[in-house]
């Protein structure tokens, strides 16, 4: 909702911002899952798990910086 927030809610940024969100919650949910989910493997289970919830991290506030370039142009 970043581009509908810097553009005070006009136009099409609140539309663009909410057809975005399935996609960054799909990463945010695919890289908190594994946080409570025990691994099949014990060994490097801790690094996966980190780098899943890094990605997940990174694709939803990625999706921010979309938004906010949507509101730019």
């Known amino acids: 909702m970043t581009g509908a927030i810097a553009r005070n809610c006009h136009g099409c940024c609140p539309a663009f911002s909410l057809s975005l969100l399935p996609y960054c919650g799909a990463f945010l949910v695919g890289g908190t899952l594994p946080l409570f989910i025990k691994l099949p493997f ?23 910086i979309v938004s906010y370039a949507h509101a730019l142009c």
């Open 42 to 64: 014990q060994w490097g289970a801790s690094a996966v798990r980190m780098s899943l919830w890094v990605l997940g991290l990174l694709g939803w506030f990625l999706g921010g």
